[in-house]
Nanobody, 127 residues
């Protein structure tokens, strides 16, 4: 069983930055593929970025390249999502997810590939 705890969301003005954190318990991140998704009301969950198993590869949604950066700290067993130059359209609930099955260098981009999800952290960007 893996539990994911996200933190770092909040209210920020457009142009600002946030760093979201995700710390899994029950498994170390070098034995997981880890991803970030986001969701707004009435829309499907949207892939943002992810690491492959053990962080060997990184992948971003095409629309997220440039302002979003996924990173990891193995010593802290934590994965981060840095969001810069925030825009009001970035307002969403951001979810961390863990994939236990897809080992190798492929980056899982689809939500059904993930086995565990965090509770989500709200990011609100004011204009």
């Amino acid at each position: 069983q893996v539990q994911l705890v996200e933190s770092g969301g909040g209210l920020v003005q457009a142009g600002g930055s946030l760093r979201l954190s995700c710390a899994p318990s029950g498994r170390t991140i070098d034995r997981l593929a880890m991803g970030w998704f986001r969701q707004t009301p009435g829309k499907e969950r949207e892939f943002v970025a992810a690491f492959s198993w053990s962080g060997g590869s990184t992948g971003y949604a095409d629309s997220k390249k440039g302002r979003f950066t996924i990173s990891r700290d193995n010593a802290k067993n934590t994965v981060y999502l840095q969001i810069d130059s925030l825009k009001p359209e970035d307002t969403a609930v951001y979810y961390c997810a863990a994939d236990l099955r897809n080992s190798g260098l492929r980056v899982p981009r689809l939500d059904y590939e993930y086995d565990y999800w965090g509770q989500g952290t709200q990011v609100t960007v004011s204009s």
